[in-house]
């Protein structure tokens, strides 16, 4: 557990000492989010209709903005070397990471998010269940994205590489989460959605850490 | 036919055209590795 | 026989060569019967006309393409679990091939949908899934090959195989969900009974997709075998056969 704590306030010290690329996630995830209306029309009930989707979408694509340099910059100074040679399990010190890596961007997010939903005139209520579903679901973005980025370690064309192996895979979570600012917008309870979410966060939080640790193993070799 | 013969061609004709670059991808797979074992056999001649 | 016999990558690839021509001609002989069966024997379909008989090639595809995936994630298993090298080597040479059923069973489900459904896409949860499934199937032939150490990308892209297996379930069920909460246009197959003749062609069409797929990775875990093989002593005595 140790190494959890460790690696969580680590990265949490260094995100906060360099806050511009969280910054820049968030900046990223507003412009996005404008450029819709531009695109589509600012007709306020298509706006309101495909809010919830778009603003997903941008989330989603925020999110994995900051995978590439997960684990890049700890591999090219040699200290995941050090960490995997510790007493501690690998999938410890990856969880403290993850969780580090949400809080600097998947919450940022989804605290921001209330706000585009205003600009698209989504109701009071379906603003709150737009928090929750990505309060739920960008932790579980963080822990898939965080595999692929540790299986893309040192790949030629990392990015590019990172997207088409996450993106598929960020596609229940999407449509969960878009899914229960729509049931809400449309009337419907969006407890269904919210708990497959969590669900899914569990099952994820406890699985994919290991994942990654093979993953990163793999790296090591 | 009554008008389908379109919908059926497009899909045979694509499905043949898939399988036939497959082949020509696994022909053109195969003679690069000979060529590297070539390159191989003839670096050791020389030593 | 000694099941880890075939296991080493220079008997393998003589048995490889030996296998692969004999699958491809069971392929071909199969195929021919199914398409005669298919195209010249089974009767026109009283709903749908003659382009029903796209399903000789669209649903093999799609369960091929299906099981391509799951017998390559095993394959990522194996080759993960007891590090063998061979292992790794077959699930690359499936992946091209799953990915060419793939998408031949997009493609065609687009040209059956047109005339039967009046468009040539729809969001429904199996096409959707299938796509997805496509995008599994590049990110596996893109991280196998994105490393300059070709033992990095097998083991890699075999863990990728094994989360893409874990998922895929969920992103088949997510998109049904989705899917039944956009009501979208309600299709349906209804009214049409199958035909004995029709199922034969069918399942005789599914094999030879089957059998084609075995010879074609056959043919290709060969050329792998070579790429990695040919500083070994026994490449280098090897006849051009």
New interface residues.
């Given amino acids: 557990m140790s190494g959890l704590a460790w690696a969580f306030s680590r990265d949490l010290t260094l995100a906060w000492r360099h806050p511009g690329e969280a910054m820049l996630t968030l900046a990223f995830f507003v412009l996005v989010a404008s450029l819709f209306p531009l695109g589509i029309g600012a007709d306020p009930q298509l706006l309101a209709r495909v809010g919830p989707g778009v603003i997903w979408v941008c989330a989603l694509l925020a999110a994995f903005l900051g995978l590439p340099s997960l684990f890049a910059s700890d591999h090219a100074d040699g200290t995941l070397e050090q960490m995997a040679l510790s007493a501690d399990p690998i999938a410890a010190w990856v969880s403290g990471k993850i969780a580090a890596h949400w809080l600097s961007t998947g919450l940022p997010l989804t605290l921001l998010s209330p706000l585009l939903g205003l600009q698209y005139g989504l109701p009071a209520d379906a603003l709150v269940t737009l928090g929750a579903a990505l309060l739920l679901g960008t932790p579980v973005l963080s822990l898939l994205g965080a595999a692929c980025a540790a299986l893309t370690l040192g790949a030629r064309g990392g990015g590019m590489l990172l997207a088409l192996l996450a993106l598929p895979l960020f596609v229940p979570v999407l449509v969960f989460g878009a899914g229960a600012a729509e049931a809400t917008a449309a009337g419907l309870s969006a407890s269904p959605h919210l708990s497959l979410l969590g669900a899914g966060l569990l099952v994820a939080a406890v699985s994919v850490p290991f994942a990654v640790g093979s993953a990163i193993r793999i790296a090591l070799d | 036919m009554e008008g389908h013969g379109f919908y059926l061609a497009m899909s045979y004709g694509m499905a043949a055209v898939a399988i036939v670059v497959e082949l020509v991808a696994l022909a053109l797979g195969r003679a690069r590795a000979w060529k590297q074992v070539e390159e191989e056999r003839s670096l050791e001649a020389q030593d | 026989m000694n099941f880890f016999y075939f296991s080493s990558p220079s008997t393998f690839f003589r048995l490889a060569g030996r296998l692969a021509p004999a699958f491809f001609i069971l392929a071909a002989v199969l195929a021919a019967a199914g398409l005669y069966v298919g195209l010249v024997q089974a009767p026109t379909d009283a709903v749908q006309?003659?382009?029903y008989?796209?399903i000789f090639?669209?649903v093999p595809?799609a369960w091929m393409s299906m099981f391509i995936y799951f017998v390559m994630a095993c394959y990522g298993a194996m080759a993960?679990t007891f590090n063998s090298r061979l292992s790794a080597m077959m699930a690359r040479a499936l992946a091209?091939?799953g990915a060419?059923f793939t998408?031949?069973a997009l493609?065609?489900g687009a040209?059956?949908g047109?005339?039967t459904w009046g468009t040539y896409w729809v969001w429904d949860a199996r096409i959707t899934s299938e796509l997805?499934l496509l995008?599994?199937y590049?990110?596996f032939i893109?991280?196998s090959n994105?490393?300059e150490e070709p033992?990095?990308g097998d083991?890699?892209a075999s863990?990728?195989s094994?989360?893409?297996i874990v998922?895929l379930p969920?992103?088949y069920?997510?998109?049904q969900?989705?899917n039944t909460?956009h009501q979208g246009s309600s299709i349906k197959l209804t009214g049409s009974s199958m035909h004995v003749t029709m199922l034969t062609a069918m399942l005789l069409m599914t094999f030879a997709a089957w059998m084609?797929a075995i010879a074609?990775s056959l043919?290709?875990v060969?050329?792998?075998i070579?790429?990695r093989e040919?500083?070994a002593r026994w490449?280098?005595d090897?006849g051009?056969t």
């Fill in positions: 006309g003659e382009v008989r796209v090639i669209h595809a993960l091209p091939t060419m998408f031949v493609w065609t040209f059956w047109r005339p997805v995008f599994l590049l990110g893109a991280l994105a490393f033992r990095r083991r890699a863990l990728l094994i989360i893409g998922n969920i992103i069920f997510s998109v969900w989705w909460l084609y074609a043919v290709r060969r050329s792998v070579l790429e040919r500083r490449v280098r090897l051009r």
